[in-house]
């Protein structure tokens, strides 16, 4: 199953008020080290792999959204009295439209402001603008569209989320055949200190295990038609 459908997952039992429940960040890194071991084997096959003629650069092994679009006013956080407001879009990077490792790292950028933005509004907007694979999308969104509508009609909101993806390398891989790239590591959700109601009530989080989730990814990506495609394991 892909890997973004198992965390839609587990978004149900945090935004059902089931935090305890949620897979804490140790166990999650426990139990994906078979997962991780695959894919590190295989990113090394791949790399084993690149063309010679390719110099791909260090990205750092932290993915995370740094473009935005502010024109819908000053971005306000969130209280335990009101969500936030005039939250900012993630902004594509104009090498996203690249056949390159720098056109799919920008589209990762992009995913993980796009997951970040769906857990701050409850709109998939911003995902479905993402190069996610089609059906990647309409499985997680699916799994998860009563809990997100919760957000976006203000039933519920939380602490200013943050998605990051934590590579386990610096840079990609190039794929051994058919073209583009691979990267493992694992995606990071936060959901912030708190969560709250619009009756005033909150409740803070007070562990980080009730937060934060961590989910091992493994990012496959090709570029066909001027376009990328990617897809996660």
């Given at each position: 199953?892909?890997?973004?459908?198992?965390?839609?997952?587990?978004s149900v039992i945090a935004?059902?008020?089931?935090?305890?429940?949620?897979k804490p960040v140790d166990a999650a890194a426990s139990g994906s080290?078979?997962?991780?071991?695959?894919g590190s084997s295989s990113s090394s096959s791949s790399s084993a792999s690149a063309s010679p003629s390719e110099s791909i650069k260090d990205y750092g092994t932290t993915i995370k959204n740094d473009k935005y679009d502010t024109s819908a006013g000053a971005f306000e956080p969130a209280t335990r009295e009101h969500p936030a407001k005039n939250i900012p879009k993630p902004v594509l990077d104009d090498k996203a439209?690249?056949?390159?490792?720098?056109?799919?790292?920008a589209n990762l950028v992009f995913m993980a402001g796009a997951l970040q933005y769906l857990f701050e509004t409850g709109s998939d907007e911003m995902i479905n603008k993402s190069a996610l694979a089609q059906s990647e999308k309409d499985?997680?969104?699916?799994?998860?569209?009563?809990?997100?509508?919760?957000?976006k009609d203000g039933e519920i909101w939380f602490g200013n989320p943050q998605v990051t993806f934590a590579m386990r390398s610096p840079r990609p891989s190039k794929a051994s055949s058919g073209g583009g790239y691979n990267w493992g590591g694992m995606m990071v959700i936060d959901l912030g200190e708190f969560r709250a109601f619009p009756d005033g009530?909150?409740?803070?989080?007070?562990?980080?295990k009730q937060r934060k989730t961590e989910?091992?990814?493994?990012f496959q990506g090709k570029y066909s038609d001027g376009a990328w495609q990617i897809k996660s394991f």
């Open positions: 199953r892909a890997a973004l459908g198992v965390v839609g997952a587990g935004l059902a008020g089931c935090a305890p429940s949620v080290s078979s997962s991780s071991s695959s439209k690249e056949n390159s490792a720098d056109g799919f790292y499985g997680f969104l699916k799994n998860d569209q009563s809990s997100f509508d919760r957000i009530t909150s409740e803070d989080y007070t562990d980080e989910t091992s990814v493994y």
